[in-house]
């Protein structure tokens, strides 16, 4: 793709200063462009750059006074940074407009795909499958029987998703990520084995959502586990079954929520952070990475955490004494009545 | 699929109490049933669920005494909460006995494969490969060369079997896992670079054993890493090389067993805990969730935890007195002489 | 593959003791092996091995003297160890050689594959992808559009890579790993949604990097995320928008790196290390498993650690007592200050 500084001024409601015939192939930092880039600059602090850059255009705030020699393009608009977010939109929405369904791919004659689709080669849809508009289905997608995508649906290659799933609207999927796999549900038996509990239920993504690269989401035992509307969740989380994530909740990498536990809206929790199952946490609560959350949080808004780091030496030393923490709580009791003695003695003293 | 309250009841050795005719289609809890759908009630404790449920049927113990109006048909049986269980299994039975080979899948010249199977579409079936009977492989999956399954073994979609491993009867895997990937082993050089030892051994999982998606478990650098017969692993777990997990161990989503560890039979091991390599845990055994276990354990049967969770602000501040706890122990130490010294000198005055 | 003694004496320049006839058919340990199984005897503390085992032929060191009657025929060269090590290389080169073209798999017309390649069934390999020579790609991987691939690059099955991406010579990628998805960015609006930041950089992995199962390497907001040349990655690790992971550094499965931070040479992580945004690793850094780092560490070489293991009614005690430490502080300034006064007082009375 090549465009020109005129092209894209009038895309962004900008004025040119310099060759408006200059024309670029990629988007690039400031600091990081090559010839053929387009890049901006919004932070006054990072002024200097603009006079060395190789980028061959730079979209810049109107209100920015240049006070050296430049060798690039510019492109003065209202806010460089907002401009410049809508072109790294564009670009990827035209890079990733594939359509058309590549052979071989495997289509189920009772599936239904909407219109504008991409059905990469060897995915798989499966009976009764019903597809929205608009739906990338990346290579090596596997879609059970009888699941639901809405419209503009992106799984990207290797996504699974089970049986009876019901996925919404402007959902991304990325790679390798399932959806629907069973609970985890075993009842203990009196010679010390497990019998399976049969997981029928299904898990529902509501519209807007993004889940991350090899992320798992397990079916519910009976009914759903459900991943609320505008939810984000980084790669490699583990969502238990029946758990339930409230609305535009936020969660980083490597989290894990057990089964049946309720996340409220507005959370924004670190990663590798553990949840136990069948607790509620309250919306707007912040959560440290690496945090263990093992009790319902019923304030709303509030931050937790608990992680130490530290150097090994002072680590190992510190850690002994947590050990002899109780110790200590006697030793201090100790002392306190000792003095306490002392003091009586001093005061019959005088 | 569609049965009436009649035909469960033969199925259940259950008696009819309303129209035998009544028809279900699906199974749901019974605070949440709709028409067409099937549910019990087992805990006297939710009675008030059934005179409002909109469940066309309702599983009921023998025993229980009707109160107020039903509208539902009902079904009386000994064990209500077992006769549900019964037909969940039954409904899951019913709607996973795929069977036949779709196409495209590869399957080797070479490979054997048992009666009643399903391949899915895009799956392959190596060189040498033996299935056993009643074995489901999803589409996506990948059965290296030279591997070995049992009877009613089922892959779901997208698992990766490496070369040589060994599967049991009766084993579940979910989609994404990985079995047989190389152990992670690199012998430092003098310059800084490491070198690859070479992981030839394999992975053999037993009888009855479940696995979740996306785990992953590492083949042995020579022998083989081993799941014994009824483990159950959960989603996102890491089994590094020459692990042996013992019989009818259950351990939870994230947790990760370094290599040539072996954990005893029976132990339950909650979700994101870490055991480092080289150590055995007793039968038995009890590990809290997010736990770091650092050496063996040889004690049967014992818990063990250690996490801690408080409000951030808390936390922050503990986090520093934890640091100074080095400190504080020479200052209660100190104390203790200054009293000692005290009491050296009341003494001497009276 | 079957190989006599007389032939792999020859390969590691050694002298056979019995009959050079001798074939073998596998590897193992010395104390498991069996019939037709090569072994090796090192370390002589496990001499007595060599009179037990069943292994047809043994390779020993050139000085070991035989005490007892031996069955198997032995090798003798000046390291064992090392000879051994030679071949089990040379069995896995020999196991892993796969070459040609399967079928069905999908080869974009625009992509360039190099001599000597592999590309199993159900692999794709998308438009403009330049490969190496003797690639190795396995049935179910996903080379997105414009992905280049050095020399010796081995996928296992099921790899996913995203456009753009760009792979050095000699790396091999594990099952289901996934490179390139979208860096988590997201930009929150005033009524609690987030707009998605476009992530339009790439990953670069150089030269002799190892990258374990389902491990998943997203791509940069902007410019790169770096993988230098020599990395290990074990299984399950998550490696976050533009981070960079220096030379010849190790990390352990399932720990996590968030965006931007930039990981030193030589640096070993132990396994669930999580490491927060923006920050530097000093090279030489050594992390604990289970560590949380929080902040940027400078000095290079040092230990870093923080976990704790314990009984569990142990633990619990403790927890509550680090919930008290601000009040012990209290107590002890406390004691302190009539210490102090107790001091003075009798100062006084001297």
């Not at 310099?18 to 600091?31: H, V």
């Not at 490699?236 to 996340?263: D, F, R, Y």
Request: proline letters at 3%.
């Amino acid at each position: 793709m090549q465009f020109t500084a005129h092209e894209i001024s009038l895309l962004l409601n900008g004025t040119v200063e310099g060759d408006p015939n200059t024309s670029i192939s990629k988007l690039a930092k400031i600091e990081e462009a090559t010839a053929e880039a387009l890049s901006f600059l919004a932070n006054p602090k990072y002024e200097q750059y603009l006079y060395h850059t190789k980028a061959s255009i730079v979209i810049v705030n109107k209100n920015l006074t240049v006070t050296e020699p430049v060798t690039c393009t510019l492109i003065r608009v209202d806010d460089a940074y907002g401009a410049f977010s809508v072109l790294l939109e564009k670009y990827n929405t035209l890079k990733l407009n594939k359509t058309g369904i590549e052979q071989p791919s495997y289509l189920h004659p009772s599936a239904i795909m909407g219109q504008n689709a991409y059905l990469g080669a060897f995915a798989y849809i499966g009976a009764e499958v019903k597809l929205g508009e608009n739906c990338k289905i990346y290579p090596n997608c596997y879609v059970g029987d009888n699941v639901t995508l809405g419209d503009n649906v992106t799984l990207f290659a290797g996504v699974k998703i089970y049986a009876d799933c019901v996925i919404g609207n402007n959902v991304t999927i990325h790679a390798g990520a399932v959806i629907g796999s069973d609970g985890f549900g075993f009842a203990p038996t009196s010679n010390g084995t497990y019998n399976k509990i049969s997981q029928i239920g299904n898990v529902i993504i509501e519209d807007n959502v993004e889940i991350g690269a090899n992320t798992t989401i397990d079916r519910a035992t009976m009914g759903s586990t459900v991943i609320r509307q505008g939810v984000k969740l980084d790669n490699l989380i583990q969502i238990a079954h029946n758990a339930e994530i409230g609305a535009n909740t936020v969660i980083a990498a490597q989290s894990g929520i057990s089964g049946s536990t309720k996340i409220g809206e507005n959370v924004i929790m670190g990663g590798q952070v553990g949840v136990v199952g069948h607790i509620s946490i309250a919306r707007g609560s912040q959560i440290q990475a690496q945090t263990g959350i093992n009790r319902s949080i019923e304030e709303e808004g509030k931050k937790w955490g608990g992680v130490l780091v530290q150097p090994y030496q002072g680590f190992l030393r510190s850690q002994l004494i947590v050990h002899q923490l109780p110790e200590f709580k006697k030793r201090i009791e100790e002392l306190e009545k000792i003095i306490a003695e002392l003091r009586n003695k001093q005061e019959v003293i005088h």
